[in-house]
């Protein structure tokens, strides 16, 4: 498994006991109650204070303020990992993205004319007794509801000839779910064990099914010493398709020959290291979601004068439909419809081909609104839809190559930028690599860039790009 193995270089570990998501028994997990609970927190003091008519605006207003501010702060608690990961570890996470948005609410509602949301002795009781309220009741709830009580996403087990009879206590141990979906043995004749009942998949095509079809948050690698010399295309497709998908893998390490009884019996026979981890951005990220769908529908409305003169214009100027259509590659590998506005002289079943610079098939309207990218406006509704996010890796067609290969064929890791939702701008595009890719080396330098925002993901690097992306649209040179 030296593949798999080395791509932890590019990829944070984390330790054994974190986990990307504690649930409890129905009906709600612990994110969700976390997520009440610090609303709760926030908001008590505020309408208390209202109640008592202690604040010198009306109470609609009031609680409109501190509302918005109590959603700003859950967003950027989870942009940090206060409800995944760290659920358990970092209470103060919560307490101090509430200080960090009050200051920048009340600065701005100061800035606005508007410094009588709370008199000076309500807002300093709130800044003073709301962090304590959420650190406090944030340490009681997780402390209340052991982690044995999870009912997590369902974990893959991959073996060669056999699976370590110590690996239940393994997976209770880095807190991953018990509930096994199913056992991949890639050698032909193998050990079933009778302590076990768990579903024996066929073959590799039989596990990305169930990774597609079921919801799966963990994938074990036993170690095996034949499984450095494992079929390397064989291996390098399965790896390749594993970090497509926002799953967590694992390299399992079976010591019961190393180690004697009294360890054994005291810490299990079956190791865990994380490889790839919950740390990513993925395409299931609640926060991400909830930014793309109030920020994209707020920027859909108000651009909807612009899509509709743009539209008008694209119609009077040349035949053919307003949009265009183009089958793209977004999350796991999955196909979508992507939106564009049309700026090629329409020719029914015209063959794929990469616009180059001159192409004659561009209208004059069309130069101009690729020119300042007013082309992509459509794809607000791909992100509205959840085809898309705002800001991500810039989906391809299936037919794109490079150096006349495939990219996922010419990069291994290409693939791993399927984690996210492709966006409609990202870190490559501000940094002026967009445009056709025709060298290698031009496809290495975009991925990197891909795969550093994958990393590094959070809510500000989201908004940083956005922001950046204007000046980089009127800046850019290769756009054609």
Same mark, same amino acid.
């Given at each position: 498994m030296a593949e798999l193995q080395a791509s932890a270089a590019l990829i944070p570990a984390t330790t054994a006991g974190e986990t990307s998501g504690f649930l409890l028994s129905p009906p709600l997990s612990l994110r969700q109650c976390l997520i009440l609970c610090d609303l709760l927190c926030m908001?008590? $003091?505020?309408?208390?204070?209202?109640?008592?008519?202690?604040?010198? #605006? &009306?109470l609609k &207003?009031?609680?409109?303020?501190?509302? /918005?501010?109590? !959603?700003f702060t859950v967003l950027l608690t989870a942009s940090h990992g206060?409800?995944?990961?760290?659920?358990?570890?970092?209470?103060?996470?919560?307490?101090s993205a509430f200080l960090a948005t009050t200051v920048a609410m009340l600065s701005l509602a100061l800035l606005l004319g508007h410094p009588h949301i709370l008199t000076r002795a309500w807002t300093a009781a709130d800044l003073a007794v709301t962090p304590l309220l959420l650190i406090g009741t944030?340490? /009681?709830?997780?402390?209340?509801?052991p982690a044995e009580r999870a009912a997590r996403p369902g974990t893959l087990l991959v073996c060669y000839d056999h699976c370590p009879r110590d690996i239940t206590r393994a997976l209770s141990a880095a807190q991953l779910s018990p509930n096994v979906a199913g056992v991949l043995?890639?050698?032909?004749?193998?050990?079933?064990?009778?302590?076990?009942?768990?579903? =024996?998949?066929?073959?590799i095509p039989a596990m990305l099914r169930l990774l597609h079809e079921r919801d799966i948050g963990d994938v074990v690698f036993i170690h095996h010493p034949q499984l450095e010399s494992f079929d390397a295309p064989r291996h390098q497709t399965l790896l390749a398709e594993l970090l497509t998908f926002p799953a967590r893998i694992w390299m399992g390490f079976d010591l019961a020959d190393k180690l004697p009884e009294m360890v054994k019996s005291r810490t299990g026979a079956c190791k865990l290291m994380p490889i790839v981890t919950g740390e990513l951005v993925n395409s299931t990220n609640p926060v991400k979601r909830l930014f793309d769908l109030l920020t994209g529908g707020a920027l859909l409305a108000l651009a909807a004068p612009l899509l509709l003169a743009i539209a008008a214009l694209v119609r009077l100027t040349s035949g053919g439909p307003v949009l265009f259509r183009q089958t793209r590659i977004g999350a796991q590998g999955r196909r979508f419809s992507m939106l564009?506005?049309?700026?090629?002289?329409?020719? %029914? #079943?015209? %063959?794929?081909?990469?616009?180059?610079?001159?192409?004659?098939?561009?209208? %004059?309207?069309?130069?101009?609104? *690729?020119?300042?990218?007013?082309? =992509?406006?459509?794809?607000?509704? &791909?992100?509205? *839809?959840?085809?898309?996010?705002?800001?991500?890796?810039?989906?391809?067609?299936?037919?794109?190559?490079? #150096?006349?290969?495939?990219? =996922?064929?010419?990069?291994?890791?290409? *693939? $791993? *930028?399927?984690?996210?939702? %492709?966006?409609?701008?990202?870190l490559a595009q501000i940094r002026g690599q967009r445009g056709a890719t025709l060298a290698l080396a031009a496809l290495e330098?975009?991925?990197?860039?891909?795969? #550093?925002?994958?990393?590094?993901?959070? !809510?500000?690097?989201?908004?940083?790009?956005?922001?950046?992306?204007?000046?980089?649209? /009127?800046?850019?040179? &290769?756009?054609?």
């Open positions: 908001l008590v $003091l505020p309408l208390v204070g209202s109640l008592l008519k202690q604040s010198t #605006e &009306n &207003n009031n609680l409109w303020f501190w509302s /918005l501010l109590a !959603l206060g409800y995944g990961t760290r659920a358990r570890h970092g209470v103060g996470i919560a307490a944030r340490s /009681l709830l997780v402390s209340h509801i043995y890639l050698a032909a004749r193998h050990e079933r064990g009778d302590w076990h009942r768990w579903p =024996e998949l066929a073959d564009k506005f049309r700026t090629m002289t329409h020719v %029914p #079943e015209r %063959p794929f081909a990469q616009a180059r610079h001159g192409d004659k098939r561009v209208t %004059p309207l069309g130069r101009i609104l *690729r020119r300042l990218s007013l082309d =992509e406006l459509p794809q607000l509704i &791909n992100v509205v *839809r959840g085809d898309m996010s705002l800001v991500g890796p810039r989906p391809h067609a299936p037919e794109t190559q490079v #150096e006349g290969m495939s990219f =996922e064929t010419a990069l291994r890791l290409y *693939r $791993l *930028r399927h984690r996210v939702k %492709p966006g409609m701008t990202g330098h975009r991925l990197a860039s891909d795969l #550093e925002y994958i990393e590094g993901w959070s !809510l500000w690097l989201d908004l940083a790009i956005l922001l950046r992306t204007l000046p980089a649209v /009127l800046s850019q040179k &290769n756009a054609y």
